[in-house]
């Protein structure tokens, strides 16, 4: 295991000669129920203890229904000598991937529980307990970091509540949700989130994950996590859809959506579909007064990971063409989940200016940042 | 008025999907048993017109195919006239939108199917031998459908079997596939058209949405859930003389998909065995597209390159999608198009799909 990580300088050396990079895109973990505790609020401990997560697979295991069959869903030699899980021991995480990279900045994407229980109060409290746990024992620790408020989606009023509460901590970047959702996200059950996060100048991010009553196709469940993973990109399609035809962004015209983990490839096809249909059907949808292509331009942006990788690279250069802007893409690893994308072997044909942007400039300009002294 | 004729580039093609439409559901009585008549009698002679097009909105009708009385496309000589002789395409494949597969009476729906390809063989089919047509079945019941299949398999008017694309399950499912093998048997396409009921599922991956429009987008998400149903579960491996036409689904989404899936397949693979080479190459090797609707960008540049990024001329099929109104004074067909991928589109590929009666 040893030997994995101590072949990392090695490669990080290349990278190092490089411009550094913001990885938007890193996934940090709780290290025990018992260090949850000491943030829960205490009136929840017991059922907490007792009923625990409840929400839509009846199997309780990680990655329930579909087991990651790539090591846990993580990067072998991610886990850590201390024995805990990967991406829950802060030094490590430090040493193997924030030192070892040129990583100006990295935003941590918290993969909890929290947005999937079907106890919106329980939910609160979880994300109460892991905001705070986060705050204290991560951004406090270094200052690359930026955090992603975890709310209760599924409840508006109390999610919108956690979004003020925290966005006090300005190393709180954006807000997290899942797209395995209950509704698409355009209904009128999530406004009030987005009230809050336009009120306080916070991105939305839609991370990968989640579960949901929602089979992922429109005939039912898959069998296999290869299609559930595969498939995870039109639960994404089906959100910018919805929110484009909803009006979200003429109601909130400082809202602004970042896709995480969901593949970008299709984003051209998707807005030239958009574009066709809403005109033609435009009379259903008054309330839709600009162009779906305009309005994704405007308030979405994507990461990279995992790369649509085409046998011809020009391929992928194309589509980021389709998209008629080179600000759409920011890069993100995804440390330290098995289908991490590695700075040095993605993406590697870009020109160069290009690649700044993906790699850097789009992200500063987004979450606002400095550019760090290197 | 705009029609479907564009000053001859249509000549000698082969429309891969027409709609024609039930105009009453009592044309179909003489076709059913007295069980089914007096069960429909008692019900109030409900219709299965199915709500895929709203009836009243721009996109279930050209203008010129609103004609007096009827459904659009309800009229045969209206639609041979519009879709033939104007077009010069020399066939035409009928792909009749009945709600069969929304019924959740399963015996209901099998009578249902073979009554309407009574009805097609007797009043279209016999009408003009440059129409064909694809057989309905009910999926709700495999072991009805192969029947059906095997009832139709002689008539060579019957050129492919219809589901569609929203089932109780995913396409993929072991459950179905006595239906492909009883295609594949008599060298009969499946063709997955837009539209079914879903057995209940929601048309989108997150829940119901709020508008048509929203549903219609959705369409393209229902069909890559089914490619990747067929290929993961194995059934391009278990029927491998099984050809699959998509029909109404677009397909410019298909390039980032094929991407997708070959990435995780390549760390996935173990999970499904079976899938023993890229999914892109089984998915080309079995999959053809229909043409329209055509998600096109304004630049035509954008469209060649994504056709180009499928990396073979040999998948898409033309269709005009008759009576939907996808197009406008553009025509049907994109005009950047190399001369050899025109001719692909417009005949070759489908002469290599279908086998055509004389």
């Known amino acids: 295991m040893l030997d994995h990580v101590t072949e990392r300088p090695a490669r990080a050396a290349r990278t190092k000669a490089r411009q550094p990079f913001i990885d938007c895109d890193i996934h940090n973990y709780i290290q025990s129920d018992a260090v949850l505790m000491r943030y829960l609020d205490p009136h929840w401990h017991n059922h907490h203890r007792t009923y625990g997560h409840r929400s839509n697979p009846a199997l309780t295991f990680h990655g329930a229904p579909y087991p990651r069959l790539a090591g846990v869903g993580k990067r072998k030699d991610a886990a850590p000598p201390s024995g805990l899980t990967a991406g829950a021991d802060f030094d490590f995480f430090r040493q193997q991937h924030l030192d070892a990279l040129p990583i100006e900045y990295g935003i941590l994407n918290c993969l909890s529980r929290v947005g999937d229980q079907l106890n919106s109060d329980y939910d609160a409290a979880l994300a109460r307990a892991m905001n705070d746990w986060q705050s204290a024992e991560w951004l406090a620790a ?233 | 008025m705009k029609t479907l004729a564009f000053s001859g580039r249509l000549a000698g093609a082969i429309d891969c999907d027409v709609h024609n439409a039930v105009p009453s559901v009592k044309v179909l009585y003489p076709y059913l048993s007295e069980y089914w008549q007096d069960f429909m009698a008692e019900a109030g002679h409900p219709s299965l017109e199915p709500n895929y097009y709203p009836v009243n909105s721009a996109i279930a009708a050209r203008p010129e195919a609103r004609g007096a009385g009827g459904p659009p496309g309800a009229d045969p000589d209206a639609l041979i006239s519009l879709v033939l002789d104007q077009t010069g395409a020399k066939r035409a494949i009928l792909n009749c939108l009945y709600g069969v597969q929304a019924l959740y009476n399963e015996y209901w729906a099998g009578a249902m199917a073979t009554a309407v390809n009574d009805w097609l063989a007797d009043q279209w089919l016999d009408r003009d031998p440059r129409l064909s047509a694809s057989i309905i079945v009910a999926p709700q019941n495999p072991a009805a459908a192969v029947e059906e299949i095997e009832r139709r398999a002689a008539d060579s008017r019957f050129v492919q079997v219809l589901l569609p694309a929203r089932t109780q399950m995913p396409l993929g499912r072991r459950y179905y596939w ?52 067929l290929l993961a579960e194995g059934v391009f491996a278990k029927v491998p003389d099984l050809k699959v036409v998509f029909a109404e689904s677009g397909f410019t989404w298909l390039p980032s998909l094929l991407w997708r899936l070959d990435k995780n397949w390549k760390g996935l693979r173990r999970e499904v065995p079976w899938v023993d080479r890229l999914p892109s190459e089984i998915i080309r090797e079995h999959l053809k597209i229909t043409l329209q609707p055509l998600d096109e960008p304004d630049e035509l540049r954008r469209l060649v390159e994504t056709i180009d990024h499928i990396q073979s001329d040999q998948v898409l099929l033309f269709s005009s999608d008759y009576p939907h109104w996808q197009f406008d004074e553009e025509g049907p067909l994109p005009m950047a198009l190399s001369p050899e991928a025109e001719r692909n589109l417009l005949f070759a590929n489908a002469e290599r799909t279908y086998r055509f009666h004389a």
């Open chain 1, 142 to 374: 270094d200052e690359r970091l930026l955090g992603s408020i975890m709310v209760p989606y599924e409840d508006g009023d109390l999610a919108a509540e956690e979004i003020r509460r925290m966005a006090a901590d300005k190393r709180c970047a954006q807000v997290l949700l899942k797209p395995r959702t209950r509704e698409p996200l355009g209904r009128k059950r999530y406004w009030k989130i987005y009230e809050a996060a336009e009120a306080n100048d916070l991105p939305i991010a839609v991370h990968f994950g989640g579960y949901s009553q929602n089979p992922i196709t429109s005939s039912g469940w898959s069998s296999f996590y290869f299609e559930d993973h595969t498939n995870m990109p039109q639960t994404f399609q089906a959100h910018l859809i919805s929110l484009v035809c909803e009006g979200v962004f003429e109601r909130f015209p400082r809202l602004r959506i970042i896709c995480v983990e969901g593949g970008f490839a299709w984003l051209p096809s998707l807005m030239w579909r958009m574009d066709k249909h809403l005109k033609r059907l435009a009379d259903e949808v008054p309330h839709v007064t600009r162009r779906p292509s305009d309005l994704v331009r405007e308030h979405i942006r994507f990461t990279t990971q995992p790369m649509e990788e085409a046998p011809n690279p020009q391929h992928i250069l194309q589509v980021i063409e389709h998209f008629e802007t080179d600000e759409m893409l920011m890069f993100a690893t995804d440390y330290p989940h098995w289908d991490y994308d590695n700075p040095d072997r993605v993406l590697e044909k870009l020109p160069e200016a290009l690649r700044r942007k993906i790699f850097v400039e789009n992200a500063r300009k987004f979450y606002g940042l400095e550019p760090r002294a290197a």
């Open chain 2, 178 to 229: 006595p239906i492909y093998e009883a295609a594949a048997r008599h060298k009969l396409p499946v063709c997955i058209h837009a539209g079914g009921g879903g057995g209940g599922n929601p048309p989108t991956p997150v829940g119901w949405p709020t508008y048509y429009v929203e549903e219609y987008l959705a369409v393209a998400q229902g069909f890559q859930g089914q490619l990747v149903s």
